[in-house]
């Protein structure tokens, strides 16, 4: 079936340390997302990318990175620069991205502070 | 810069009975996209409902519906018939005619009464 997977399920991340949150689709979408979500909080978007090679920042870039060099996996990393990373992490996808094509997301990946 | 306002935090209603929450959207844009996102326990998103700005029409998607007032900037989604499955948060998204993503509001969370 197709769909996005991210991994893990679960993270940890100790002071001073970059990690890497994985985000694959077999939905052969051009235009990929990351969100990150608080408690009690709607979805704020961090980068997306509408093609390979491709990215913009979003509303809280800083402290992530992002990569695209393949269509189907787009990674973020939390940077040692983000100082509140703990929150639940969501990837999301559309086919193209023009305003009307809805977004599929996936599980989520929630990170927190060792 | 685009906001979306849920202004209630939570709602009940009895099962089977009809619920309405509300958004408001703030945009100088005359292109976009309107949408209802459920996120139940599991924190999957799923798309509940979309709105294209330029339709008049009002959206259904079996039990659910949305009155959008363009002039008024109000989109709110009515449920009806409640279900126990229906118990999730709600969130209002607005799309711009652009490539960016999606703009949330912070969500209401339904709760079905049995």
């Known amino acids: 079936d197709g769909g996005i997977t991210q991994s893990p399920k679960y993270l940890f991340r100790k002071e001073g340390q970059n990690v890497t949150l994985s985000c694959e689709q077999n939905l052969n979408h051009d235009a990929m997302y990351w969100y990150r979500q608080d408690p009690g909080q709607g979805l704020r978007l961090i980068y997306y990318?509408?093609?390979?090679?491709?990215?913009q920042k979003g509303d809280i870039a800083e402290g992530y990175s992002v990569s695209r060099e393949k269509k189907e996996s787009f990674p973020l990393t939390v940077t040692s620069a983000q100082k509140n990373p703990t929150a639940f992490y969501l990837c999301a996808s559309s086919i193209g991205y023009r305003g009307n094509q809805p977004q599929h997301f996936g599980d989520g990946t929630r990170l927190s502070i060792l | 810069a685009q906001t979306v306002t849920q202004s209630q935090p939570e709602m009940s209603v009895q099962e089977a009975e009809t619920v309405t929450l509300s958004c408001t959207y703030d945009?100088?844009?005359?292109?976009?996209?309107l949408f209802w996102y459920k996120q139940p326990p599991s924190r999957q998103m799923i798309l509940v409902i979309r709105q294209e700005a330029y339709k008049q029409q009002n959206a259904t998607e079996n039990r659910f519906s949305v009155n959008f007032q363009k002039a008024a900037k109000s989109f709110s989604l009515k449920i009806s018939d409640s279900q126990l499955g229906d118990a999730a948060m709600y969130f209002c998204a607005y799309r711009g005619g652009g490539a960016d993503g999606l703009t949330f509001g912070k969500g209401t969370h339904l709760i079905i009464q049995p």
């Open positions: 945009t100088s844009e005359s292109d976009y996209y």
């Open positions: 990318s509408q093609i390979v090679n491709d990215f």
